[in-house]
């Protein structure tokens, strides 16, 4: 059966994909996950969306931080510390092994593709899991007075400042999708943008060489989630970047990002006022509940997300 393609950040669309999995066969789903947040930390490749995708979809994420591995323990970090490392960035045991393997098979010559098919396997992992790029794509933000920094860096070192006067995903722009990326999109049945950070998260995805005109081309339906719920996000710093690129915050100034993309828009039923003026954006909308407070939630709006998008068809 032709797949159900999602674009993925971290935490918003591993969530949302959990449901996407009890909702549809898992076999059929195919996931792109951004890698504009990858980086080196302690010599090991980070590949912090994939991994967040991965370490949901096999029911062994740590649920109260949302990303790292259910009872990692941190006896490296808290080692490399005494070392007199800086370890802002703070890798579990687990997490480290998952990002030490990327590295060596990097090192060996394999391409990011094929090691997160490999990671995503040995977690049991049905979805594909695909990285939008085997290039390197960091996402630098922009901050007042020239400062520019790494947007790992700026989330877990800064803690997500709120002077934001620029993204910069040149590097995403410059790269190419990674092998099966145009493919899947080609073959989809349904395009799901999940709800995940539209600047940092969808915006590096969409950035890459030719996806985006490999969504607009798309005879599927495309159906993009609100991240924002009440005027503001669930969590992150979604709101300090969509202000500091000048864009609203809220469902309807998310909507405008993805104009000429989406067919379809789930906005949350808090803000289903501004269903019209989405629509006015040349999109059909659907207000339900959007917040995915527990497993069942996700099931339920993947459910609705899916119905909506094959009444578009
Ligand atoms: P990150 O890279 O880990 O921050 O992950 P994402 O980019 O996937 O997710 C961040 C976005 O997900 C934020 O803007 C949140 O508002 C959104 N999000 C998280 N949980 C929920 C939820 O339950 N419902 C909705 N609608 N959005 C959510």
């Not at 990858?38 to 109260?64: K, Q």
């Not at 996806?211 to 005027?231: C, K, L, N, Y």
Request: one cysteine or more; hydrophobic letters at 45%.
């Amino acid at each position: 059966m032709a797949p159900i393609v999602a674009l993925a950040g971290g935490v918003g669309a591993a969530r949302f994909l959990r449901g996407v999995v009890r909702a549809a066969s898992p076999d059929d789903v195919v996931v792109i996950v951004n890698t504009g947040d990858d980086r080196e930390f302690y010599g090991v490749h980070v590949s912090p969306d994939v991994d967040i995708v991965t370490y949901t979809l096999a029911g062994r994420v740590d649920s109260e931080r949302g990303y790292g591995l259910d009872g990692d323990g941190f006896a490296v970090i808290d080692a490399l510390a005494a070392l007199g490392h800086e370890t802002w960035f703070r890798l579990g045991d687990r997490d480290l092994a998952t990002a030490l393997h990327r590295t060596i098979r990097l090192r060996e010559g394999a391409g990011l593709a094929a090691i997160t098919d490999e990671i995503r396997r040995a977690f049991g992992v049905r979805p594909r899991i695909l990285p939008m790029s085997e290039d390197p794509c960091p996402t630098f933000v922009e901050l007042e007075g020239g400062r520019r920094v790494h947007f790992e860096e700026y989330l877990a070192r800064d803690g997500a400042p709120d002077d934001v006067r620029a993204v910069d995903l040149s590097a995403a722009r410059a790269a190419c999708p990674a092998p099966g990326v145009l493919d899947a999109l080609a073959a989809a049945r349904v395009v799901l943008v999940c709800p995940s950070n539209p600047i940092v998260s969808i915006g590096p995805i969409l950035a890459v060489g030719g996806v985006r005109d490999a969504v607009t081309a798309s005879h599927a339906p495309v159906v993009a989630i609100s991240p924002i719920i009440a005027g503001a996000p669930v969590k992150g710093p979604a709101d300090r970047l969509l202000r500091g690129v000048g864009i609203e915050v809220s469902a309807r100034g998310v909507a405008s990002l993805y104009r000429g993309v989406v067919r379809g828009f789930v906005v949350d039923s808090r803000d289903a006022d501004q269903a019209p003026a989405i629509e006015a954006l040349g999109m059909r909308t659907t207000s339900t509940d959007t917040w995915m407070r527990d497993p069942d939630a996700s099931t339920r709006l993947a459910g609705e997300v899916l119905d909506f998008a094959a009444s578009l068809g």
